[in-house]
């Protein structure tokens, strides 16, 4: 779950940010903007998580889809689904799924929600980043006003297409996640089932009702 939870981290960073910036506060609101224009929203992402005092390089891949309050995510064998009342976590490698009602407080972190709401909790600023190289691309520093388990996240963002390229959160254990988009598709067809677990699907899964 601690992947899931960094995938809504770094979503969350986009528009939680303070009026410090000029710059960089259009442009966070120029990407949110262009957001809510889209019906779905479907994004494949490589996950890294490095530390280097602790040796630690590790890479996944994962999958999210959105449309409206309801979400998917699937990454490193886990599987989130949320139809707006319901949200369901399925743990592959114990073969269970856990039942918890949507938390629907106006401050949740949901994809549903992060990618639209905004905040006064970050300072944001542009900077020069070494994965910004790129004449298309700009990079968002967000440093918590408030401090809390991570020091801060860098956003790049593609200012053409008003698109979110890749995350990078710093905690403050020295770990460094790395959420880069791959593959960004907008207004796909999605059906209701997309975002409802079916046990009849996974073979003897242990369904545990939390609720």
């Known amino acids: ?31 949110s903007n262009k957001t809510k224009t889209y019906s779905s929203i479907k994004a494949d992402f490589t996950y890294t998580m490095d530390n280097k005092a602790a040796r630690i390089h590790e890479t ?8 409206g309050d309801k979400y998917k995510i699937n990454v490193a064998g886990q599987e989130v689904f949320c139809n707006g009342e319901k949200v369901w976590n399925y743990i592959g490698e114990s073969n269970e799924v856990q039942i918890n009602e949507m938390d629907k407080r106006k401050e949740a972190i949901t994809p549903a929600n992060i990618l639209t709401s905004y905040n006064t909790n970050y300072k944001s600023r542009l900077i020069q980043d070494k994965d910004a190289a790129d004449a298309n691309v700009e990079a ?8 809390g388990s991570y020091e801060k996240v860098i956003v790049i963002i593609d200012k053409n297409l008003k ?31 997309d975002f409802e677990f079916n046990p009849d699907d996974y073979d003897d899964v242990e369904v545990i009702d939390m609720r």
């Open 1 to 31: 779950m601690k992947q899931l939870l960094g995938i809504f981290l770094a979503i969350t960073c986009l528009n939680l940010f303070a009026q410090k910036d000029e710059k960089a506060t259009i442009l966070l609101e120029e990407v």
């Open 60 to 67: 996944k891949i994962g999958t999210l889809l959105v449309t």
């Open 140 to 147: 968002v520093e967000l440093i918590p006003l408030v401090q």
């Open 163 to 193: 698109q979110i390229k890749l995350f990078k959160i710093f905690d403050q254990n020295g770990n460094i996640f790395t959420y880069k988009v791959t593959q960004f598709l907008t207004n796909v067809p999605v059906k209701s089932g």
